[in-house]
């Protein structure tokens, strides 16, 4: 379901921006604008939706319009043109009074040099948000002490910011724009002033996080690698405009233009793709019930010399091999009689590189099953070495 929608948003500086905006219809390059009338083009005719419960990410390298995108959607930005949707209302014509309820409510912010309060503790820059909706001392005490301890900031109450550390002091901004419980996060490159390490552990808490509270985040990065991690989907931008939206693996394997495919050359792609992105139909499969002379039909005919076998649900029953099932039929076995289960079988979700090590010691393909133990798909080795390149 569409959470946030954005149509054809385009947000100039200057005194005038309306004036230029044909100029920026017709399609004036950013550089001209500013040197023939001192407007800059920040984003330009953007368009795109945000699922509930979604995690969007936007990339982009610096001065690509992230910030002032992103900065339009609580309207710190008033656009120049174009709609914003959120839950059915277009923003844009908030009143005032809507505008402030929206912000108390809807959507909140955490932003890149945390932008907390210096002279209010922790726990006094979590509580902010609730005061202002003017939620009793002990109620928002309440809330922000169980919020302080999701972000792990235990014991660290009565510390001011100025004490903590870049990441302890994210771990509040992030707290302190979750206690309002806004359906919408923004979140602009709120790791990226942190170190590598650090950085890290915050993906994986905000990951974390968003596992258990299933909100709609919208995150800026100009790390495409965090923008792979985190991102459900992730918009490229350039120069003010959206390249492609797409998962990561739709990026990755089908780059929109030159640019992005220049982006995406030095991803690791066997964390981004997934055993679900490689696995391919079995040529051919077998109940118990065919017996060994169609399982060795099947075998010869698909040139293969391992078959898996199923029952009728497609519940996977185990592999029999050509030479198996060829002395299968000389000895009057059957099929269930020579099942072998020394494959390895995987979930759908399983990221390439941890079936690196998998796919190099096996002869027999990798099962790809779901929890009932169905049969999804199978993966050659020879699928997971061509994902590498
Ligand atoms: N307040 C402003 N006044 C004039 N130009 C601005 C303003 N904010 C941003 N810009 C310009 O808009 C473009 C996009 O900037 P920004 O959104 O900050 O990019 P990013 O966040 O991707 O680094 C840049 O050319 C920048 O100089
Ligand atoms: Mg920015």
Redesign the pocket.
Known sequence: MSKVKVENLTKI?GRNPKGVLKKVKDGISKDKLLAETGH?V?VNNVSFEVYEGETFAIM?L???????LIRCLNLLNKPTTGKIIVDGKNIVDYSNKELKQFRKNKVAMVFQHFGLFTHRTVIGNIEYGLEIKGISKKERNKIATEILSSVGLEGWEDKYPNELSGGMQQRVGLARALANDPDILLMDEPFSALDPLIRREMQLELIEIQSKLKKTIIFITHDINEAFKLGDRVAVMKDGIIEQIATPEEILTSPASDYIREFVKDIDKTRVLQAKHIMFKPSALVTPRDGPKVAVKEMQKNGISSLFVVNHERILQGLVTIDDTINAIKENQSLTDILIHDYHTTGPETYIKDLIPNAGSTKYPIAVINENNKLLGIIVRVSVLSSLV
């Open positions: 500086f800059t920040g982009g610096s001065g690509s319009g992230k910030s002032t």
